[in-house]
C-alpha cells in the first residue's frame, strides 16, 4: 500500500517571501500521479497543482511550482511571493494508475501554513 | 459547472444515533467518493462508487456506516449508530471515469461536519 508523510505539521512566512512544504511518500509503483491540495476553513478541497510521474519536468501553476523528485520519492511544494489567501490546510496526495484498481487518493496528514502579514 | 453538493454542512448527534449525508456529484462524473477526515488528519477513502456500482469499500466500517449511489447520480452515507469517534468531516467527491488524463482530477465538495456527543 502507498503511503505519503509530510513531517512539517505545521509552516509559516512572511506575506511576499517563498515557501516549501515537504512531502514523501513510498510506492512500489513507477507511475502514478502526486497532487497538492489546498483546504481553508471553508473545508472545500482545491486542488493546486498535479504532476505526471512520468514527467520529468516540474509542474508549475502560477506561483505554485513542485520539486519531484522520483528516485528520493519526493514531492514539495514551492509557494512564491506568498499572499494572505495562501493561508491554509496543504495536503499532498498520491494516486495510482495501475489498470483495475480503484484509483483513490492518498493524503498526507497536512501542513498548516500561516502567512504573516 | 456547479460544483459538488453536500448536505448537512453540520450535524450534532448523540451517540448511538442515526445520521445520514447527502452528496450529489458534478453532471456527467460517474466516479464518487466518500472520505472522512478527522481533525488534524488527512481524509481517508471510506467508499468509491463507479455509476451505481462499489469500487472500493474496503475501509468501511460496514457495521455501522453504509452508502448507496441510486441511479448513479446523488449519493447517501449512513451512520447508525453513531460513535464518539465518527466526529469526523465527511467529503464527498466526483470524478470522471477512464484514463488518468489531466480532466480526470477530483472535485470535492465542503464537507459535512458531524459531532457525536
Known amino acids: 500500500a502507498q503511503t505519503v508523510t509530510q513531517s512539517q505539521p505545521e509552516m509559516s512566512v512572511q506575506e511576499a517571501e517563498t515557501v516549501t512544504l515537504s512531502c514523501t511518500y513510498d510506492?512500489?509503483?513507477?507511475?502514478?500521479?502526486l497532487f497538492w491540495y489546498k483546504q481553508p476553513p471553508s473545508r472545500q478541497m482545491i486542488l493546486v497543482i498535479r504532476?505526471?510521474?512520468?514527467?520529468?519536468q516540474n509542474a508549475t501553476e502560477n506561483r505554485f511550482s513542485v520539486n519531484f523528485q522520483k528516485a528520493a520519492k519526493s514531492f514539495s511544494l514551492k509557494i512564491s511571493d506568498s499572499q494572505l489567501g495562501d493561508a491554509a490546510m496543504y495536503f499532498c496526495a498520491y494516486r495510482t494508475i495501475s489498470s483495475g484498481s480503484a484509483r483513490q487518493l492518498t493524503f498526507g496528514s497536512g501542513t498548516q501554513l500561516t502567512v504573516l502579514p | 459547472e456547479a460544483g459538488v453538493a453536500q448536505s448537512p454542512r453540520y450535524k450534532i448527534i448523540e451517540k448511538r444515533q442515526s445520521v445520514a449525508f447527502w452528496c450529489n456529484p458534478i453532471s456527467g462524473h460517474a466516479t464518487l467518493y466518500w472520505y472522512q477526515q478527522i481533525l488534524g488528519q488527512g481524509p481517508k477513502l471510506l467508499i468509491q462508487f463507479q455509476n451505481n456500482g462499489v469500487v472500493d469499500d474496503s475501509q468501511l466500517p460496514k457495521d455501522r456506516f453504509s452508502a448507496e449511489r441510486l441511479k448513479g447520480v446523488d449519493s447517501t452515507l449512513k451512520i447508525q449508530p453513531a460513535k464518539l469517534e465518527d466526529s469526523a468531516v465527511y467529503l464527498c467527491?466526483?470524478?470522471?471515469?477512464?484514463?488518468?488524463?489531466?480532466?480526470?482530477?477530483?472535485?470535492f465538495g465542503a464537507g459535512s461536519r458531524l459531532t457525536v456527543l
Open positions: 510506492t512500489s509503483e513507477s507511475d502514478y500521479y
Open positions: 504532476q505526471e510521474a512520468y514527467k520529468q
Open positions: 467527491a466526483s470524478s470522471r471515469p477512464g484514463q488518468l488524463s489531466g480532466a480526470n482530477v477530483l472535485t
